[in-house]
């Protein structure tokens, strides 16, 4: 049997199997801890750093790093805080997120984010990159323009002979998701619908689809992301 | 005492936000008398007549028109407000910002589906008319702006919430519904 370790969220007292992550851990006892390149299933990456939490004192994130017995783990402190906001604020900044005119809003992982932690305007000034849209692939419609880089469909997504449909191209800043041309032609509607639902952003569609639920009764319109954990 | 003063205008936006300042309903008489009107759409004053405490601007700007009036505007009041997504981040009019201006107008006025008659291939270039910049800038980005409200439109709620605290001086109500990018 796995052994029970001890540790405290915020001065709170939690239980949780040793070896588990700290973001299923405080789930487990729930306390969210916000998430974006994670995806349950699926190996941690820790890319994107929001799940930055401290650990006796040191930013570890929270998605890569197992609980230890008597681990003091802070989640709500201010500079936690402020690195989450900014990190929000950079993806905003950094693609083109033009939230009125998109299909995942109201369903979108990073913009739930923003409005958890009520970003009113970015602090950093909008860069408008030049990203294209690809729509070659006859199920799924791929928007650089909105990916943040959290390869999770590179991570989750396979064929049914386990090869992988998406991939990085290119380098540095100028890096984006590729989707396998010849695969890809393949893309059964389950796996397109799967690698939708993986994305956290508006960056992969179903082609001819959107815009299906009315405002008022998506996804984060009244319940923030994390709420359902910490009412659990 | 004198009440306060609010201007308002629209940039480079669709009236949308001006629709939601109406949205407030029938708070618009409660408001008709806390505050007083100067240059604005909504009473069609065209110029300013005094300093204002408040100014309300939706869109961001896209012409030499806007860049002007968004100066004016910081002149004349004290608070100056980001009033949607289009004076925040330029919003849908800055869809064109990955797009070479001469292509814009190329796609408006030549090659575009809905073009007609314009055998002279002609892109309107009179000195009347205010000068396209480059791309679509977010109003902070122009002029310092102090407060943002988000939404396209942002909810009535939103912008009720945010004029009253700035004109009693009050905290400032924030439910998780109001604050939306759509
Ligand atoms: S992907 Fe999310 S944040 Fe980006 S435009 Fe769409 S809804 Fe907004
Ligand atoms: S396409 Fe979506 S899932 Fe893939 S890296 Fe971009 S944001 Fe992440
Ligand atoms: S969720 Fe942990 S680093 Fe992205």
Redesign the interface.
């Known amino acids: 049997m796995n052994q029970v370790v001890k540790f405290t969220i915020d001065g709170i007292e939690c239980m949780a199997a040793q070896g588990q992550y700290i973001v299923d851990a405080a789930k487990e006892n729930g306390i969210y801890i916000p998430t974006l390149c994670n995806y349950p299933g699926v190996k941690p990456k820790g890319s994107c750093r929001i799940c930055t939490v401290k650990v006796n004192g040191r930013m570890m994130t929270a998605c890569t790093t197992p609980v230890a017995e008597n681990m003091q783990i802070e989640n709500q402190d201010n500079e936690i805080i402020e690195l989450r906001k900014a990190i929000i604020e950079l993806l905003f900044i950094e693609g083109n997120h033009f939230c009125p005119a998109c299909e995942k809003s109201g369903n979108c992982e990073l913009q739930a984010l923003a409005y958890r932690y009520t970003m009113m305007v970015p602090r950093f000034p909008y860069t408008f990159p030049q990203r294209a849209v690809d729509a070659t692939n006859p199920k799924l419609i791929k928007d650089q323009n909105r990916c943040i880089l959290c390869k999770r469909c590179i991570r989750a997504i396979q064929d049914e002979k386990g090869r992988s449909i998406f991939a990085y191209h290119k380098r540095s800043n100028k890096v984006e998701i590729g989707l396998d041309p010849k695969i890809g032609k393949g893309l059964t509607d389950e796996l397109a619908q799967k690698s939708v639902d993986v994305c956290p952003v508006g960056a992969l569609l179903i082609r001819g689809r959107g815009f299906e639920q009315p405002i008022g009764q998506r996804k984060y319109d009244k319940q923030a992301i994390g709420s359902d954990i910490e009412n659990m | 005492m004198s009440k306060p003063i609010v201007a308002t205008t629209s940039l480079a936006g669709c009236f949308g936000c001006h629709m939601s300042v109406l949205d407030i309903d029938e708070r618009i008489l409660e408001l008709i008398d806390l505050v007083d009107f100067d240059k604005s759409p909504v009473n069609d004053i065209k110029k300013f007549s005094r300093t204002c405490d408040i100014g309300l601007i939706e869109g961001g700007c896209c012409n030499s028109e806007n860049v002007h009036v968004l100066k004016d505007f910081r002149e004349h009041c004290k608070i100056l407000v980001?009033v949607g997504?289009c004076a925040?981040?330029?919003?849908?009019p800055?869809?064109r910002?990955?797009i070479p201006l001469r292509e814009c107008l190329e796609e408006a006025y030549l090659n575009g589906p809905t073009v007609q008659n314009n055998k002279l291939k002609l892109i309107p270039n009179d000195p009347e008319i205010p000068i396209l910049l480059d791309?679509v800038y977010?109003c902070?980005?122009i002029v310092k702006?102090d407060?943002?409200?988000?939404g396209?439109p942002p909810r009535a709620d939103l912008i009720w919430e945010a004029l009253i605290a700035l004109v009693t001086g009050g905290e400032m109500k924030?439910p998780?519904?109001v604050?939306?990018?759509?």
């Open positions: 980001s997504e925040i981040m330029g919003g849908l800055a869809m910002n990955g791309k977010p902070h980005e702006m407060y943002h409200l988000p396209c924030l998780y519904e604050v939306k990018f759509d």
